[in-house]
């Protein structure tokens, strides 16, 4: 595919708004005071009407890569990722994609982010965090992109920018509960999360969590601060723990030859909690973890970090 190269810093749309060092309009305060928030307003109201009549191609993906123009912004101690989005009515995976943020806690109070007048996503040619990989992965060989050159931390850098394009559940779950750390440090993947056949019965079922083979008595470790809210021997999942989080998550060990902890208890990141055994309904020693919000199941795989 030939693919349009957009030189964002030297092909910027005149504005009137004041031009930063790196060539970007310059926003001050997020109001209708400032010039450079009306002509962001106004850039991306525009845009949003752009993008209601927008089939991905990679000529439409070019002319609204024409309609693209960035603004700069300095963090505030008060803002957060959530009221910047908001704010400039930008989803923040737009924000979060074009300023290689890896998590809240990577937006600084002093710092430069930038806000695309367009939403979608931007993925970098270089990625470097597990979300920029979980981003590029989801999206091999996936049509209607157009690369552009960023200016960003006084360097270009290429995108691919997916016009219109927002963060699965997925990729929305991994950016906002950074926190979560593998269960185990050494481990296999026996069985992903998904659609498998049942090892008992031989059924097409859903395997709503993941399965990690590792020596029995290998140590299992809280993957977040929360509470032990279940503890005790259940007939599938053996000697089992679930833990509350916060924003409603929950994680559930199984199989567990040890349960190290107790009901009730107050446990942190990285605590040890269990060790690995082969209880309840299981072909050989492995953990099986889950991860719920709301009671929902997530593919694990998408949520922890090493």
Known sequence: MTLAIFFIFFCLPVCRAQQSALGFPEIKEL????????????????????????RPSENAAAQMAGNLTIYQYVIRSSDDIL???ARTNIPYSALVSLNR?????????????????????FIPSDAKSDLELILGAAREGSQG??????????S???????????FTPTERAYFLNSGFRFPLHNYRITSPYGMRNDPFTGERTMHQ???FAAPEGTSVYAIADGTVTAAGFDSVYGNYIIISHSNNW??????????????????????LIGRVGSTGQSTGPHL???????????DPMGNLRH
């Open 31 to 54: 109001n209708t005071r400032d010039l450079g928030f009306r002509q962001l307003m106004s850039d991306v109201e525009a845009n949003r009407r752009r993008l209601a009549a927008y």
């Open 83 to 85: 009221f910047l989005a």
């Open 101 to 121: 943020l890896s998590s809240p806690a990577s937006l600084t109070a002093g710092n430069v982010i930038l806000l695309p007048s367009c939403h979608g996503i």
């Open 145 to 154: 992109f157009v690369e552009l050159t960023i200016m960003l931390e006084g």
């Open 156 to 166: 270009p850098q290429v995108f691919r920018f997916f016009p219109g394009a927002d």
């Open 209 to 211: 969590g993941i399965d």
């Open 250 to 271: 929950t994680s559930l060990y199984g199989h567990l030859q040890i349960i190290e902890t107790a009901l009730r208890s107050e446990v942190k990141s990285g605590n």
């Open 288 to 298: 099986h973890f889950e991860l719920r919000q709301d009671g929902r199941a997530f």
